[in-house]
């Protein structure tokens, strides 16, 4: 019985703790300022000496989701997150991982 009451405190525990951090993140996410779009949109490519051969500068205005190649859209996909599918904005191991290295 002991043991019981044991891992069911420790469970509220865990769960308190887990929406207590989403809720930190998510307050962080939506209080985080916008990105300034006018002082990001410079691009440099480089060629296999790493010299810049071409230095571009965007528009200032969002391209529209539809606009942009559904191959671009699954490339980006499979190269920044190939489990995207299988959770729901946070990968919290992906997190956990990289703040472990950032330490």
Do not use: C
């Not at 939506?30 to 480089?46: A, C, R």
């Not at 200032?60 to 191959?71: A, F, L, Q, R, T």
């Amino acid at each position: 019985m002991k043991l019981f009451k044991r891992l069911l405190k420790t469970t509220i525990f865990l769960i308190f703790f887990e929406i207590l951090l989403i809720s930190l993140i998510y307050a962080y996410a939506k209080m985080s300022p916008k990105v300034e779009i006018k002082q990001n949109n410079s691009y440099y490519l480089y060629d296999l000496n790493d010299e810049v051969f071409f230095q571009g500068k965007g528009t200032n205005s969002w391209v529209s989701i539809d606009d942009i190649s559904e191959y671009l859209k699954k490339a980006t996909i499979i190269i920044e997150d190939k489990n995207f599918y299988n959770h729901h904005g946070f990968n919290i191991l992906r997190i956990m991982k990289a703040a472990f290295n950032n330490l």
